[in-house]
């Protein structure tokens, strides 16, 4: 069936270092694909999404590109900051419903 | 805001008790879910809707059912809550009648603890 794999976590890094999360995917078809945040003590966030191969979502210094070549949508952040700290996940959907991603735990230190 | 709201936020009960978690969204969205989410487990889908009095289950949903009598309102029910069943639990919504890939908006959970 459809799944996620992302890499596992935590991942620990001082501010303004770059981060990678990687994240591939299994489906049939051409899902669209997600980056969701989620902030502690708050529900998941869409961070930003990308509907087809090629297509880079982007928000907030954040960016994904969907390749469909390696079946995957890697997160990067150029300089991250310690407001960043966070559980991210990357899912995929394609039908009525989402697949997540296990989450990765993102803490910045100053 | 994409107008959730959960309740209760936090619950304690007993194994072997009943319990009902309330998912109340604004937004006329045709798409209502119920995920839980656990240590190295992420998200998991339990019961989803998409409209109302129209449920199917999701990957986990064994010991809960789910009831949506309007479209502002989904239930999810432990009959019988077991201490396997602590977890925190989101509701989530999606979409309009035209669109079944949109992005979800989540609640901000109901943390339920079975003791």
């Known amino acids: 069936g459809d799944s996620v794999t992302q890499m596992e976590g935590p991942v620990t890094l001082s501010e303004e270092a770059f981060l990678t999360i990687n994240c591939t995917y299994t489906a049939t078809g051409y899902p669209s694909l997600f980056w969701y945040v989620q902030y502690p003590g708050e529900g998941l966030q869409l961070l930003l999404k990308a509907t087809k191969a090629d297509d880079k979502g982007s928000n907030k210094g954040f960016e994904a590109t969907y390749r469909k070549e390696t079946t995957s949508f890697h997160l990067e952040k150029g300089s991250v900051q310690v407001s960043d700290s966070a559980v991210y996940f990357c899912a995929q959907g394609g039908s009525e419903k989402l697949v997540f991603g296990k989450g990765t735990k993102l803490t910045v230190n100053p | 805001d994409a107008g959730i709201t959960q309740s209760p936020r936090h619950k304690v009960t007993e194994t072997g008790t009943p319990v009902t978690l309330r998912c109340h969204q604004t937004?006329?969205?045709?798409?209502m879910y119920w995920y839980r989410q656990d240590p190295g487990h992420g998200l998991r889908l339990i019961h989803y809707s998409y409209g109302v009095k129209d449920t199917d289950k999701g990957e986990v949903s064994d010991g809960y059912s789910v009831s949506r009598s309007k479209t502002e309102d989904f239930l999810l029910t432990l009959e019988s809550a077991t201490s396997s069943q602590t977890s925190v639990y989101f509701c989530a919504i999606s979409g309009t009648a035209q669109s079944n890939n949109s992005p979800l908006h989540f609640g901000n959970g109901t943390r339920l603890t079975v003791t």
């Open positions: 937004e006329n969205h045709r798409y």
